[in-house]
């Protein structure tokens, strides 16, 4: 599968969403489109005509606000067709809703209050220990959302319990709902942070293809007994030049002319 | 009771395979026996009651029936989000198992007594919430959760309590049934959780010839008893220990007012509400002594109930 095709099929979908729907958390979305698009099109274990195969990877994604990527990428590996999707999104009485949705076939479950998926994705990793199942649990946090205390329970309970079946990626943004992370709070140096509570860590281009999913098999093949995080340094609003790195694009939805544009420049790096 | 509990779990476990013991680092000299004999389904998650709930879930998904254990307000109104989103929202196969009901835990202080619990769970959809009277009904309800799949929470008292049903095997134990302790006229106490036992010894030592109900489970009840019990008492009276506000009286309230309301009844029935009024107790005190100040002086609201009735 092309990989670098579909990140983009993903940011395009997104644009799409955001613009005829007008919802927000499109930086957000494109930040971390190039890491769903290396889970879902190559490392994950899924098969959309098995959707609760016991053996299937699990994706616990926690920045559900992020719900256009997560849809897309759904989409474009036929969890549901783009036309539902497009069609559906944000309707009245469909399950298609702004922050991701549990009632869909691939998703997981439900977020939108952050702070909730790690734990239940650490659960998850406990139980696939526990019954000796070989799946992979995987989890997709968003930096801003570490100020939740209840992440940092789970980080400490993952390491206490060598749960090595969980891989904790961060789209680290550097942006969070209201300023940058530097600014509201600070979680430099974030490596030594996951090293001191006992996780294996990498850092990664989370933007690179090629070194995520290089990156990602080499993680799941270490054999050790830590949890894995891998810290995936990510531009908010990525494909985009007018839109990355920017706060405004967390709530900003396109106008026509700025549609146009996103668009141009997103087929452009197809 | 909380041993009742326990123990009654542990005999389950060793036939249904997905029961699963987790604990916020309580349980001392209680949860043992079922570590000791459950290593692979049970685990201390440590002081952490958030992750306990949203870890319970992730279990819960794999097919286990997860019990969550520890005191009062700690795996309920410390993580009510994880409860309300995680579990409820998910239908989660999970059971919040509280000790410290009401005053149990008296001169532990306010941080201790559980008080408000069941007005902030009963709002939550796909809840099932027990609180047991007496050991006897402890047992039915770790028989029921564990027998059931869906979210639920059980309010325990602590120990020592009294067993008031003899054959607990003959009580109809099931969400919206009352369980008949005595048989009366004019007056009926429906009353939830362990102050069934001060509300019958108050009674006898009274000799006031009323009615007494258990009612195990809240939110949800048997609407022809509650029209029957309607037509045969002048009076109701609630009993829990527990804020008045939102809480079990609260919803006989709310159930008689729809009854009323949907022309089920021909007249709303006189219903007198007894529990905590709405207010912290900040002083040291044994569980009769915070009942007493707290709004259960129910030697004092008998009487009054009696003169009146």
Known sequence: MDLVKYAQEIRLLVLELCYTKKTSHIGGAFSVADILAVLYGEVMNINPLLDKEPGRDRLFYSKGHACTALYAALSKRNFFTTETLLNNFIKDGEYFTSHINHSLPGVELSTGSLGHALGVAAGSALAGKRKKLPYTVYAILSDGELDEGSNWEAIMFAAQNKLNNLILIIDYNKIQSFGRVEDVMALEPLADKFRAFNWHVEEVDGHSIEDLKATLTNLMQIDDSTPKCLIAHTIKGKGVSFMEDSLAWHYKSPNSDEYQDAKKQLELQK | ?309
């Open chain 2, 1 to 309: 009771m909380r041993n009742t509990f326990i123990n009654t779990l542990s005999e389950l476990a060793q036939e249904n395979p997905n029961i699963f013991l987790l604990c916020g680092d309580l349980g001392y000299s209680v949860l043992e026996p079922f570590a000791k004999a459950f290593p692979d389904r049970f685990l201390n998650v440590g002081i952490a009651e958030q992750n306990m709930t949203g870890v319970a879930v992730g279990l819960a998904r794999e097919g286990y029936n997860v019990f969550t254990y520890s005191i009062g307000n700690f795996p309920t109104l410390r993580c009510m989000e994880q409860i309300r989103y995680d579990v409820c929202y998910h239908r989660a196969n999970v059971k919040i198992i509280a000790v410290g009901a009401g005053y149990a835990y008296g001169a532990q202080g306010v941080s201790h007594h559980t008080t408000e619990d069941i007005g902030m769970l009963r709002t939550i959809p796909n809840m099932t919430i027990c609180a047991p009277a007496d050991p006897a009904e402890a047992k039915l309800a770790a028989n029921f959760m564990s027998s059931f799949n869906g979210p639920g929470y059980v309010r325990i008292n602590k120990s020592g309590e009294a067993i008031i049903h003899g054959d607990s095997s003959k009580l109809r134990f099931s969400p919206g049934e009352f369980i008949q302790v005595s048989q009366g006229k004019n007056v009926v106490v429906i009353t939830t959780g362990a102050i069934l036992g001060a509300v019958l010894d108050e009674i006898k030592s009274k000799n006031y010839s009323w009615s007494v109900f258990s009612s195990p489970f809240i939110g949800s009840y048997n609407k022809e008893k509650l029209i029957e019990i309607s037509k045969c008492y002048e009076n109701i009276v609630t009993v829990e220990e527990h804020q008045l506000n939102g809480g079990f009286g609260s919803s006989i309230v709310e159930i008689y007012s729809d009854l009323y309301d949907a022309g089920l009844i021909k007249k709303m029935p006189h219903i007198r509400r007894i529990g905590i009024n709405n207010k912290f107790i900040g002083v040291a005190g044994t569980q009769d002594y915070l009942r007493s100040v707290g709004g259960l002086d129910l030697a004092e609201k008998f009487l009054e109930i009696n003169s009146n009735a």
